[in-house]
């Protein structure tokens, strides 16, 4: 036996396959002692030491509770929710991935004074879980438009494509407005069952998210008229986005509406309530024509005239607080912009009224942008003022009645790499492991982005003392981009509420429509209300 043995690990080690787990896994310096200093080992030293463990984790009693507790969390749900939804409430995280939730996690407790990595989101507590997968059509990594059109339509499509199936080509608008390709969202269904309809977003109305509720098109980046280019105009009659929200059905029976984004309803020849011209060449103001298909609907432009409405007066709110995307919370003048979570208040009290129940899209809209810049500082905030506005939902409403489901769109590539001690800063220096050449590293780095800091001889400097636990600073990445990309991994599903059991295991993103459809009985498709 000890013979074969023997030439069992003789095999494994020419076939380098031992010499491998070696190198990433050398078992003295997991175990923290000290191993030789070659190439292959230094990169090993040293994981285990100097890195303290809090006091009462080292009792195992107390990972016994821990186990317990959520052991019984569990065992008390005795029975699922059964109920019909009255009211769904879809809280999209855009660009929030698995590592973006567990960076902020750990941000949020160590904004506590806790070390941080036994912290949780609110939602993260929410009693069903699974995974959503986010391919599109024809690309295996997707932007938000495909996936809109996943979440919101129930059918996948081609990227950068919204509300039409895949058989429209890419920027071709007399495709995109064939009715024969178009597609329904949820807020046509909620709509026709008579619920109330909205959507809230920290980007602009017309941008690609909360555009899968209303918009028909080839090109999410055909936001007003002025966006389409000359050619595409000289196929046939094109209409833009903000066009579609105004007139078309259901983006003009919407009852609430918050976000950015004035410019792209407004002429050029006119100023926006923030100081900019618009941006429309036709010369159409639609804020106007909004106000003239409702005339007992609000127009709101800043936090005060917001917070001052009296919703039992009004029978629509449309709230536009930037002339393009509202800007990031850490950055915002918060006189006058509202916050996500205040955005979310007026809305669910104000869609409260209808006994029928209603249908609410919420959009923390800026997760992405910040990763696309490596600024995960900003990205993390996003992420918790988009928990806070969970909060206030879950305050709002009831489980009996309110279905909450919590979803991303994409994923990041951001990583939480090397072996960083309990408590390290999420945003700062990975002080217990360094590269090759013994340099440290950040604990968050970037597949792609515009910041590499490198030396004249391409080698990485070191950023003690250069980074900065801030909204300025611009986290290292390894491959150089004017611009950090999209993911392809699987994004969390998160529910609570009637028929929330649904939402568990790794499912298709188109799938989640169907599923909050089904819980309240809204749409062409099976529902419980059809079930028998």
């Given at each position: 036996?000890?013979?074969?043995?023997?030439?069992?690990?003789?095999?494994?080690?020419?076939a380098?396959?031992?010499?491998?787990?070696?190198q990433?896994h050398?078992p003295?310096?997991?175990?923290?002692h000290?191993?030789p200093?070659?190439?292959?080992t230094?990169?090993?030293?040293?994981?285990g030491?100097?890195?303290?463990?809090?006091?009462?984790?080292?009792?195992?009693?107390?990972?016994?509770?821990?186990?317990?507790?959520?052991?019984?969390?569990l065992?008390?749900e005795s029975?699922?929710?059964?109920?019909k939804?009255?009211?769904v409430?879809?809280?999209?995280?855009?660009?929030?991935?698995?590592?973006?939730?567990?960076?902020?996690?750990?941000?949020?407790?160590?904004?506590?004074?806790?070390t941080?990595?036994?912290?949780?989101?609110?939602?993260?507590?929410?009693?069903?879980?699974g995974?959503?997968?986010?391919?599109?059509?024809?690309?295996?990594?997707p932007?938000?438009?495909?996936?809109?059109?996943?979440y919101?339509c129930?059918?996948?499509t081609?990227i950068?494509?919204?509300?039409?199936t895949?058989?429209?080509?890419?920027?071709n608008?007399?495709?995109?407005?064939?009715?024969?390709?178009?597609?329904?969202?949820i807020?046509?269904?909620?709509?026709?069952?008579?619920?109330?309809?909205?959507?809230?977003t920290t980007?602009?109305?017309?941008?690609?998210s909360?555009?899968?509720?209303?918009?028909?098109?080839?090109?999410?980046?055909w936001?007003?008229?002025?966006?389409i280019?000359?050619?595409?105009?000289r196929?046939?009659?094109?209409?833009?986005?903000?066009?579609?929200?105004?007139?078309?059905?259901?983006g003009?029976?919407?009852?609430?509406?918050m976000?950015?984004?004035?410019?792209?309803?407004?002429?050029?020849?006119?100023?926006?309530?923030?100081?900019?011209p618009?941006e429309?060449l036709d010369?159409?103001?639609l804020?106007?024509?909004?106000k003239?298909?409702h005339?007992g609907?609000?127009?709101?432009?800043?936090?005060?005239?917001?917070?001052?409405?009296?919703i039992?007066?009004?029978t629509?709110?449309?709230?536009i607080?930037?002339?393009?995307l509202?800007?990031?919370?850490?950055?915002?003048?918060?006189?006058?912009?509202?916050?996500l979570a205040e955005?979310?208040?007026t809305a669910?009290?104000?869609?409260?009224?209808?006994?029928k129940?209603?249908?609410?899209?919420?959009?923390?809209?800026?997760?992405?942008?910040?990763n696309?810049?490596?600024?995960?500082?900003?990205?993390?905030?996003e992420?918790l003022?988009?928990e806070k506005a969970?909060?206030?939902?879950?305050?709002?409403?009831?489980?009996e009645?309110?279905?909450?489901?919590?979803s991303?769109?994409?994923?990041?590539?951001?990583?939480i790499a090397g072996?960083?001690?309990?408590?390290?800063?999420?945003?700062?220096?990975?002080?217990?492991?360094?590269?090759?050449n013994?340099v440290k590293?950040?604990?968050?780095t970037?597949a792609?982005?515009?910041?590499?800091?490198?030396?004249?001889?391409?080698?990485?400097?070191?950023?003690?003392?250069?980074?900065?636990?801030?909204?300025?600073?611009t986290?290292p990445?390894?491959?150089?981009?004017?611009i950090?990309?999209?993911?392809?991994?699987?994004?969390g599903i998160?529910?609570?509420?009637?028929?929330?059991?649904?939402f568990?295991g790794?499912?298709?993103q188109?799938?989640?429509?169907?599923?909050?459809?089904?819980?309240?009985?809204?749409?062409?498709?099976?529902t419980?209300c059809?079930?028998?």
């Amino acid at each position: 036996m000890r013979i074969l043995l023997l030439l069992y690990f003789c095999i494994e080690i020419v076939a380098g396959r031992f010499s491998k787990d070696i190198q990433y896994h050398h078992p003295n310096r997991l175990a923290g002692h000290e191993t030789p200093r070659t190439t292959t080992t230094r990169f090993f030293e040293d994981v285990g030491n100097g890195k303290p463990t809090p006091e009462h984790e080292k009792d195992p009693e107390y990972w016994y509770s821990l186990a317990k507790w959520e052991m019984n969390k569990l065992l008390e749900e005795s029975s699922y929710n059964y109920n019909k939804a009255k009211n769904v409430i879809f809280f999209l995280g855009d660009g929030m991935a698995l590592n973006t939730l567990t960076a902020a996690r750990i941000r949020k407790g160590q904004l506590k004074g806790k070390t941080g990595e036994e912290e949780s989101l609110s939602f993260q507590r929410f009693p069903h879980t699974g995974l959503s997968k986010t391919y599109c059509t024809n690309a295996q990594v997707p932007d938000s438009a495909c996936t809109a059109t996943a979440y919101l339509c129930g059918v996948k499509t081609q990227i950068t494509s919204i509300g039409v199936t895949a058989n429209v080509a890419a920027d071709n608008c007399t495709m995109s407005m064939d009715p024969a390709n178009h597609l329904e969202s949820i807020a046509d269904w909620a709509q026709r069952a008579g619920k109330s309809t909205g959507f809230i977003t920290t980007t602009s109305l017309t941008h690609a998210s909360p555009s899968g509720l209303y918009a028909k098109t080839a090109s999410r980046f055909w936001e007003c008229d002025a966006d389409i280019p000359q050619e595409v105009q000289r196929q046939g009659p094109c209409m833009d986005m903000a066009e579609q929200l105004i007139t078309q059905v259901p983006g003009r029976n919407f009852d609430i509406m918050m976000g950015g984004g004035m410019g792209k309803f407004l002429p050029r020849t006119m100023a926006d309530a923030h100081g900019h011209p618009g941006e429309r060449l036709d010369g159409k103001n639609l804020l106007q024509l909004w106000k003239n298909i409702h005339p007992g609907g609000a127009l709101v432009t800043n936090r005060e005239e917001l917070l001052d409405l009296n919703i039992t007066q009004v029978t629509k709110i449309m709230g536009i607080f930037a002339s393009r995307l509202m800007n990031y919370h850490v950055e915002a003048n918060l006189t006058l912009e509202p916050t996500l979570a205040e955005m979310t208040e007026t809305a669910l009290k104000s869609l409260s009224f209808n006994d029928k129940g209603y249908f609410l899209f919420v959009e923390g809209g800026l997760i992405d942008y910040a990763n696309h810049y490596n600024k995960p500082f900003i990205a993390l905030d996003e992420t918790l003022e988009l928990e806070k506005a969970i909060d206030v939902a879950l305050d709002l409403t009831t489980p009996e009645e309110t279905l909450i489901v919590v979803s991303s769109d994409h994923s990041h590539p951001m990583t939480i790499a090397g072996y960083p001690g309990r408590g390290t800063d999420i945003l700062g220096l990975n002080q217990h492991d360094v590269d090759s050449n013994g340099v440290k590293y950040t604990t968050l780095t970037y597949a792609v982005g515009p910041e590499q800091y490198l030396d004249e001889n391409g080698q990485r400097i070191d950023l003690e003392g250069i980074i900065k636990e801030d909204a300025s600073f611009t986290h290292p990445s390894q491959i150089p981009s004017s611009i950090g990309t999209h993911a392809g991994d699987d994004v969390g599903i998160f529910a609570t509420g009637p028929h929330s059991h649904l939402f568990r295991g790794v499912m298709e993103q188109h799938t989640i429509p169907h599923l909050m459809a089904y819980a309240a009985c809204i749409g062409d498709g099976p529902t419980l209300c059809s079930d028998h």
